[in-house]
């Protein structure tokens, strides 16, 4: 159903009175339906004093009731022509930034508005505080992401693959009551880890390879997030232990420095200062963490470059990394999320060096 109050904070926050928003969780987001139109447009009006309206294809009709009008279209109309009886043509239309060229474009040639504005960010800031019904959702999702994990850990023998490990991921989430990936998994061995966006391929686990699984599932829609690093079978080199002790220190210091008010580049600059002093520093090569939520990454990061200030409800991930192919690469992940007065560890799986028998 439509949530009102999640329209009008959005509203609140635009430039204009009147905003087409067409991203797929976005329209979830506010209406709590997914639609997922391919090439077809989708998009939900939302206005000043005005319901909010629905336009979208025959093909995907509504079988209920969504609290709005629903206006319907077929691939023989002209869209635009029917947007017109909808939108203030005297005034400015916000968009959002997945808003198709093909489809904003004509709206500007034919004149649907009078001028076109991007309204993302009011969207997306709205959505980055997530309320006590999503936060709930969050915290099921990443505690099946911690049973997960020690289960996909059993996956690990010697001569298996990548790829036949990443094969089995999505039953093991199914059976413990996830709906899907948040993300397609990352399963690193060796070398492979890294590269923090390694895909799984054919290499085999060998003895005294490092095992990174970077995973996440859904939970009634929404996400988790959490990478750990193991070892198989042989104890890490001193080299290795320490560049793993400093992935640790850089994870569990920017979680004790998150807080109402810390800004992001503070947070960030906690993981990236511990790394740096030991020598590591280039070798921490992306931003500290994102904001996490119906899509695993949302518009916020943590890094050097956010000036944002923290506030209650954010949740976002806290995952430096060293990435050595000589020694290790090594990544630790959790999601935290912002309270009054401090943060909530979301993932509880342990941190502690860990050899895989």
Request: net charge negative; aromatic share 10%.
């Amino acid at each position: 159903m439509i949530d009102f109050d999640r329209i009008e904070k959005c509203l609140g926050l635009l430039a204009s009175g009147q905003m087409l928003v067409s991203d797929p969780s976005a329209i979830y987001y506010l209406c709590g339906k997914w639609i997922f139109p391919g090439e077809r447009f989708v998009a939900l009006l939302i206005r000043q004093k005005e319901s909010p309206v629905l336009f979208v294809n025959r093909l995907f009709r509504l079988a209920e009731d969504i609290g709005c009008p629903v206006v319907y279209y077929d691939d023989t109309d002209n869209v635009i022509e029917i947007l017109r009886g909808y939108v203030e043509e005297t005034e400015d239309l916000c968009v959002d930034k997945a808003l198709p060229a093909g489809f904003l474009l004509p709206m500007e040639e034919a004149g649907l508005a009078k001028g076109f504005r991007l309204g993302s960010s009011a969207l997306d800031h709205v959505r980055s505080i997530k309320d006590a019904h999503e936060v709930a959702l969050m915290r099921e999702a990443s505690r099946i992401n911690d049973k997960a994990m020690a289960c996909f850990k059993r996956l690990v023998r010697e001569g298996v693959s990548e790829r036949e490990v990443a094969s089995q991921m999505l039953r093991i989430y199914e059976s413990l009551g996830a709906s899907g990936f948040s993300f397609e998994p990352i399963v690193a061995f060796g070398s492979n880890a890294a590269d923090p966006h390694h895909i799984p391929d054919d290499s085999v686990l060998c003895e005294g390879d490092a095992v990174l699984f970077d995973v996440g599932c859904r939970f009634h829609s929404y996400c988790s997030d959490m990478t750990r690093t193991f070892f198989y079978r042989r104890e890490p080199t001193q080299r290795q232990r320490e560049v793993y002790r400093l992935v640790r220190a850089a994870n569990e210091q920017a979680e004790a420095y998150v807080k109402p008010g810390a800004r992001m580049c503070d947070i960030d600059s906690v993981a990236r200062g511990i790394i740096a002093a030991a020598g590591y520093g280039e070798d921490f090569t992306h931003r500290l963490g994102h904001f996490i939520g119906l899509d695993p990454h949302e518009k916020g990061d943590v890094s050097q470059a956010s000036q944002y200030e923290a506030v209650p409800g954010n949740i976002f991930s806290i995952e430096p990394g060293i990435y050595r192919a000589d020694i290790l690469g090594c990544r630790i992940e959790d999601l935290v999320l912002v309270t009054e007065d401090g943060c909530e560890v979301l993932n509880k799986y342990p941190k502690d060096i860990e050899i895989i028998e």
